[in-house]
């Protein structure tokens, strides 16, 4: 619960104190259905009175201003922004809290707010989106302002600034956010290991296991088998990676040589995010129609992905909107998905992927 404080030098009433922390957050990558990558990022979000700032807007692609990959300089500079502690104030006073996921400068939204010292205390006000430009903003009424107790909101975000050492090459792909690939037809596993390169995922092609030490077995979160991959040799495969110590690994059949489809399993086999914080909760489909589970408001994009009888993928997009918290069934032409297909559901905090059913 809040607790209160008069104060009348910004906003002429009572303010709250609102409370104020950081949690670790993904935007997960994948393959959009125009074939382009979407970059995996890791980032701390604002947890304001106990709820990350991102979850109030639903529709929003972004990760804050603090995120794990940016160079070390960068990421200080953020950190003592919001800390006023980085000299003259940005233009307008205006701070960037979320910012575009990729890197390629197709993405023009951001969300930005005015920081401000109050005494001992800062507050955050005007928080505004950004859509297309820096005169286009949208200042969100129904957000703040923010008053944080400025000793806890100065001792949150300084505990970063000791840890804001460059990575070195080791350190340039998480332990455990790799996949092991194995399947009869090498051009696909290649093809697939690019698509993951892309996202952030590192793996490995090999015939067996026999030439790895045990330190790079026990480095896999995930091993894809084709359809194809005799039960022996999976046998085999997960009896030596259990010797090695590799624990907490999940062991995926590869739902069909489609490249977006067997991204979107090894990102959700891979995804670390505990189940009550994904707002992607379940997905099913049948032919007509997918039921999508949703735990917190958020944009989801279905997609559908077809082989026909020679074996070529189709992919159509099914629904894009902002989805309420509960249950959703969404209709969709039977067309879409005849035959052997998959549907991908993906939201700014995950994604899921299935069989369609008849």
Excluded at 11 to 31: C, D, K, N, V
Excluded at 37 to 49: G, I
Excluded at 205 to 211: E, F, I, K, S
């Amino acid at each position: 619960m809040r607790d209160r404080r008069r104060s009348g030098i910004l906003t002429g009433m009572s303010a709250e104190y609102a409370t104020f922390a950081l949690a670790p957050a993904i935007r997960p990558g994948g393959i959009a259905p125009d074939g382009s990558p979407r970059a995996h990022r890791k980032f701390l979000d604002f947890v304001v009175d106990g709820r990350p700032l991102l979850f109030r807007f639903p529709d929003l692609d972004a990760v804050s201003s603090l995120a794990s990959d940016v160079p070390p300089a960068a990421l200080s500079a953020s950190v003592r922004g919001l800390l006023l502690d980085a000299g003259a104030p940005p233009a307008g006073g205006r701070h960037t809290l979320y910012g575009c996921p990729d890197h390629d400068g197709r993405c023009h939204d951001a969300v930005t707010a005015v920081v401000d010292r109050d005494g001992e205390d800062i507050v955050w006000r005007d928080v505004a989106r950004r859509t297309g430009g820096s005169a286009d903003l949208h200042v969100r009424q129904d957000i703040g302002p923010y008053r944080f107790r400025g000793d806890l909101y100065r001792a949150e975000l300084e505990r970063l600034l000791p840890t804001l050492q460059p990575a070195g090459p080791a350190e340039s792909t998480a332990r455990g956010r790799r996949a092991l690939l194995f399947g009869a037809r090498t051009s696909v596993l290649h093809e697939l290991a690019a698509a993951l390169d892309a996202v952030g995922v590192g793996s490995g092609v090999v015939p067996d296991t026999t030439g790895m030490t045990d330190a790079e077995k026990r480095g896999y979160g995930a091993v894809v088998f084709g359809r194809a991959v005799p039960e022996a040799f999976r046998r085999q495969v997960r009896d030596d990676l259990t010797r090695a110590g590799a624990v907490d690994v999940a062991y995926l059949e590869g739902f069909a040589p489609v490249i977006p489809v067997l991204v979107a399993q090894i990102l959700s086999a891979l995804d670390p995010t505990p189940p009550e914080r994904r707002r992607l909760s379940a997905l099913a489909a049948v032919s007509t129609a997918a039921t999508v589970e949703i735990s917190q408001a958020v944009g989801v994009q279905l997609v559908a992905h077809r082989l026909d009888p020679l074996h070529r993928t189709h992919t159509k997009v099914l629904f894009e909107g902002v989805l309420e918290p509960g249950t959703h069934r969404i209709p969709f032409d039977a067309k879409a998905a005849k035959g052997e297909s998959f549907l991908v559901a993906r939201t700014t905090g995950g994604e899921l992927v299935v069989p369609v059913g008849p």
